[in-house]
């Protein structure tokens, strides 16, 4: 098979991709190691900035988004004994919105034949080669067949563990890592929130975090050691960890229910660089990792590809090859930045294990300057609307 751009991974990235290119009459083929519904199951993403809402608008595929989404104009951080209210709407002028990542997924992979994009699931060993010549080509095993895609770019959008950012040379790239002596344990129950805005806690016991996907759909997480096996949480404990680390207040709303969903992710911060070497370019997770505690990961993704679209467009229409060698620089420069703010948002509302009575000084002393301060505020409103893209 023969096609302008080969896209490996159907999450969010990936099918973001796929519908933008065809928009924009490139032809593109998605290639997917899971099944649909394996994709589907990945409990993730709850909150999307303007500009990832902005992306679905203009493909057109924003009706459920905008019928089921609920947009919040502001946020809470908890001390133990407080809420600090960031009015984002008020500081900013924007909302953001909380609509999950399987929905979206959802939402661009039921709209995928229509828009004669294909996706192909299912495809084991997809290994990418030539990347350094103008035709590059994948391989791929499906149905015990052997299968070949030429091209002549392909993107990465194969999430941290994929194979396309390791067919990049070492000697072409550096590293930059954090990995975070926690996990955040995840619930998703189906009842109602127990606040109608998002609460982070800092709490003596540790972080939790009080989200939603709908008004009778909620989603929690609190932190907790790496060594900790999901095994060992049943849900009244997690209940009852919820119940002290969010407060009294938010603990007095708290409908407990049993869980559709529980898991541990560890939390990482994670780049990549150059996010295009050759012939392939990389968006999302395959190039970087943010802790969610920003809510930047599925965000960051969507950023990407619309860069990675615009440069392709541009090569494709006007044989503009200054865009894609522009590209991993413009993404990164939105990557750092989304970085900086989800690590600096993890280190004020974590409890690290290295950490003494003065990094808890610095952290009570911040809190109470964000309280105390509407330039902090905005600060913060501005990083979690989305800066500009
Ligand atoms: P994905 O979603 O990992 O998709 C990659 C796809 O590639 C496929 N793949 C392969 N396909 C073919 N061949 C191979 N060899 C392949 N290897 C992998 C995979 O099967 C998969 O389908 O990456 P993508 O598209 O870059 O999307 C990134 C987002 O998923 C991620 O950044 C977010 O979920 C992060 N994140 C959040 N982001 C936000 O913007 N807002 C949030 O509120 C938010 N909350 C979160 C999060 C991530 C979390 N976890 C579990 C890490 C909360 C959590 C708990
Ligand atoms: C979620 O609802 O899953 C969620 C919300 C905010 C975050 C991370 C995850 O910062």
């Known amino acids: 098979m023969k096609t302008q751009v080969a896209i490996i991974g159907a999450g969010p990235a990936g099918l973001l991709l796929g519908h933008l290119l065809r928009s924009e009459g490139i032809d593109c083929v998605v290639i997917e190691r899971q099944n649909s519904d394996h994709v589907l199951s990945r409990i993730r993403a709850g909150v999307l900035e303007q500009g990832t809402v902005g992306l679905m608008a203009r493909l057109g595929l924003d009706d459920r988004l905008k019928a089921e989404g609920l947009p919040h104009g502001g946020f809470n951080l908890a001390d133990g004994e407080r809420l600090i209210r960031i009015d984002v709407e008020g500081l900013t002028g924007q909302q953001v919105m909380v609509y999950g990542q399987t929905e979206i997924t959802r939402d661009l992979m039921d709209a995928a034949p229509a828009r004669g994009l294909q996706v192909v699931y299912n495809a084991l060993d997809v290994a990418v080669h030539g990347i350094e010549s103008d035709a590059p080509w994948l391989t791929y095993r499906r149905d015990g067949a052997e299968q070949r895609i030429d091209a002549r770019f392909i993107v990465g959008c194969d999430g941290f563990h994929g194979p396309s950012r390791k067919a990049i040379p070492t000697s072409a790239a550096r590293e930059f890592e954090r990995v975070y002596p926690f996990g955040w344990l995840g619930i998703l129950a189906d009842v109602p929130p127990c606040n109608q805005e998002l609460i982070y806690a800092n709490h003596e016991r540790g972080f939790a975090l009080a989200s939603m996907r709908s008004e009778t759909r909620s989603r929690y997480y609190i932190d907790v050691p790496l060594t900790e096996r999901v095994e060992d949480w049943s849900d009244d404990r997690v209940w009852d960890e919820l119940a002290a680390r969010l407060g009294p207040e938010a603990a007095a709303n708290i409908t407990r229910g049993p869980s559709i969903e529980k898991s541990i992710a560890p939390l990482r ?36 590809v619309h860069y990675a679209c615009t440069a392709l ?10 865009a894609i060698a522009g590209y991993s620089a413009k993404a990164l420069a939105r990557v750092w930045k989304s970085e900086r703010f989800s690590w600096s948002l993890t280190k004020l509302m974590h409890r690290f294990p290295e950490d003494g009575p003065f990094e808890r000084a610095m952290q009570v002393a911040e809190l109470d300057y964000i309280a105390s301060s509407k330039a902090a505020q905005t600060a913060i409103a501005e990083n979690y609307v989305g800066l500009p893209v």
């Open 269 to 304: 911060s994670y780049v990549f660089e150059p996010m295009r070497h050759g012939s392939l370019l990389l968006c999302g997770d395959a190039a970087h990792i943010v802790p969610p505690t920003g809510a930047k990961g599925l965000n960051l993704a969507a950023s990407d």
């Open 313 to 322: 467009v541009r090569f494709f229409r006007a044989a503009d090859n200054d």
